[in-house]
């Protein structure tokens, strides 16, 4: 049976809102569909070196393993045709209790295959730190592959189902997936920000274990390799309590991730859809560039939100009007005396306009006094 058909199989039973092996039972099938892919995924360990794991290759190299052929297979019909009828943020859902459930099924495995010779000895820079034997450095790495791997997977399928366009042959695009998909920072997971979901109990024998020589190979570590390195020393560190913490880190941090990636790829199909309305809705096309931008330039801020309405603004309106701007392209210090001059010049009903500014002004949150003015001033000029 295909790996699909096993997630499609996992993805019609009553999926429990907490940790495989603290308080639920895992299915056969769903176990079955972990271990295959744990299979997979050590041929794909077995081709890394220590130099790769050390330096932080390892990860540019799963990036490449894992999207492949999986952006090419998922995209929002793959979804329609799986979870006919319901709306996105329903198959969001979903998929996050989905791929929570997987991980916390992944950690149980994982340390139940760790034995006291791994002992989280991990290899510096430069190899002075000690050398754990290689099926040891096998095992964390498998599972730091499938979780990275699922996570990644996971808010992928989040931008898909939201309609928020990634191409990751860009780069670009890759490292705004990246940044979702482990948008943890390394100070704070160091600094205590993966401490949270450690259970109370345990989190003096984690402090200790994650100090001295092991913090500091941590550390040498590249910033993302760091991170994950991170999570999978909590779980391998620690005796006795080693499979319940693995499956209750592996099942929470991929909640938190697929939550985080809801909130940043739901915003942007926000803005993409206000995009689209405004654009389609548009009597006067040739000034709605110009406007919003002077309402964003109005308090001599842009904010993220403002800067990707901006974008989507602009591939709408080629798309509904075929209008490309040159002037608009190449524009550096915005006079809004000249915009408004602008919109004097034209006649007929230039209401839309006020609707484009509004819009725009409220994109990031509470309207402020500078963009207010501008607001007044765009009145003004429509009379």
Not at 15 to 38: K, S
Not at 217 to 242: E, S
């Amino acid at each position: 049976m295909s790996d699909t058909r096993r997630e499609d199989q996992a993805s019609e039973q009553d999926l429990l809102d907490e940790p495989v092996g603290l308080g639920g039972a895992a299915d056969d099938a769903e176990r079955e569909a972990v271990e295959r892919e744990h299979a997979k995924l050590r041929e794909f360990v077995d081709t890394l070196s220590m130099a790769d794991i050390r330096s932080g290759n390892w990860f540019e190299k799963l990036c490449a393993y894992a999207l492949q052929s999986y952006t090419e297979k998922v995209d929002w019909q793959y979804f329609q045709t799986k979870y006919p009828g319901l709306p996105a943020d329903n198959i969001v859902d979903q998929r996050i209790r989905l791929a929570a459930r997987y991980a916390s099924l992944e950690g149980v495995i994982s340390a139940g295959a760790y034995t006291g010779a791994v002992a989280a000895t991990i290899g510096s820079a430069g190899g002075a730190s000690p050398v754990a034997v290689p099926a040891g450095v096998a095992s964390v790495m498998v599972d730091i592959a499938y979780l990275t791997r699922l996570q990644m997977h996971l808010a992928y399928d989040i931008a898909v189902l939201y309609r928020v366009p990634l191409d990751l042959a860009d780069p670009e695009d890759l490292w705004k997936l990246i940044r979702v998909a482990f948008g943890i920072k390394v100070s704070e997971a160091v600094g205590g920000g993966a401490m949270r979901i450690v259970p109370l109990m345990v989190r003096p024998m984690v402090k200790r274990f994650i100090s001295g020589p092991n913090l500091a190979a941590v550390r040498a570590l590249p910033v993302v390799g760091r991170h994950l390195l991170q999570r999978n020393i909590i779980k391998i560190g620690i005796p006795l309590v080693g499979i319940p913490l693995a499956a209750s880190i592996n099942f929470y941090s991929t909640k938190v991730i697929g939550t985080h990636a809801r909130t940043i790829f739901r915003n942007e199909a926000r803005i993409i859809e206000i995009a689209d309305k405004l654009c389609a809705r548009s009597r006067n096309p040739h000034l709605l560039l110009w406007v919003a931008l002077t309402v964003i330039r109005a308090d001599g801020k842009t904010s993220e939100d403002e800067t990707v309405l901006l974008q989507h603004l602009v591939q709408k309106l080629e798309a509904h009007h075929n209008l490309v701007d040159e002037e608009f392209s190449q524009v550096i210090d915005l006079e809004p005396s000249a915009v408004w001059a602008k919109v004097r010049s034209v006649s007929g009903d230039k209401s839309d306009l006020v609707e484009v500014a509004e819009l725009v002004a409220a994109v990031d949150g509470a309207v402020n006094k500078h963009e207010l003015r501008v607001l007044q001033e765009l009145r003004v000029s429509i009379r």
